[in-house]
Every structure is written in C-alpha cells, then in structure tokens.
C-alpha cells in the first residue's frame, strides 16, 4: 500500500504565497510522475503542474509563472510553491503519483487534498 499525505494548505491574502507538500510512503519501488491537482467548488478537478521523474515540468498556463513544482527523490515528497495567489486559485489541491511496488506492480494514488483559501 501506498499512502500520500499532504500539508501546507490554508488561507492566505491575495498576492501572498503558500507552500504545499505531498510526502508518499509504502510499497515504493519507483515513483513516476508526482503532480498537484485542484478542484474549486462546482468545477472539475484540472492539473495544476506535474513533475516527472526524469526531472520534466508541466504547468498549466493560469498558474505558469507563479507556481513551481519540485521534488526531494530521496525523501519522496513533493512540493509546490504557490506565489501571487489569486482568488481564482482557491480550491482543494490533491496531490497525486503513480509508480511501481516491490513486487513491480503499478500503483496510483491520490492525497486527501488540502484547502487553499485567497481571499481579502
């Protein structure tokens, strides 16, 4: 089993910023791609940015520029790094990951998601 737990959400000014983080723990052989989705209230969830593990980055175009995504292998965590936060940007951020366990078989997995709040 493969558990992703996230943290850093919360409420936060226009134009401030906001650092989250996904740590994946478990039966992880490899992790593929690590990535931040977001879901606002009536909308679909969309991708956010995605970090791949031949190092590649993937950003949607509202939030290029102002979001930047990294990953710590050693640790298997991600982050994202939220800068000039707009209260476009409020929604529940899930991180999600796939990869392969011990015994080579793909997994995929979302976070719980954690809320990320603009507003004056």
């Known amino acids: 089993q493969v558990q992703l737990v996230e943290s850093g959400g919360g409420s936060v000014q226009p134009g401030g910023s906001l650092r989250l983080s996904c740590a994946a723990s478990?039966?992880?052989?490899?992790?593929?791609?690590m990535g931040w989705y977001r879901q606002a209230p009536g909308k679909q969830r969309e991708l956010v940015a995605v970090?791949?593990?031949?190092?590649?980055?993937n950003y949607a175009d509202s939030v290029k520029g102002r979001f930047t995504i990294s990953r710590d292998y050693a640790k298997n965590t991600a982050y994202l790094q939220m800068n000039s936060l707009k209260p476009e940007d409020t929604a529940v951020y899930y991180c999600?990951?796939?990869?392969?366990?011990?015994?080579?078989?793909?997994?995929?997995?979302w976070g719980q998601g954690t809320q990320v709040t603009v507003s004056s």
């Open positions: 478990g039966s992880i052989f490899r992790i593929n791609a």
């Open positions: 970090a791949t593990s031949g190092g590649n980055t």
């Open positions: 999600h990951a796939d990869g392969r366990n011990y015994q080579f078989s793909p997994w995929d997995h």
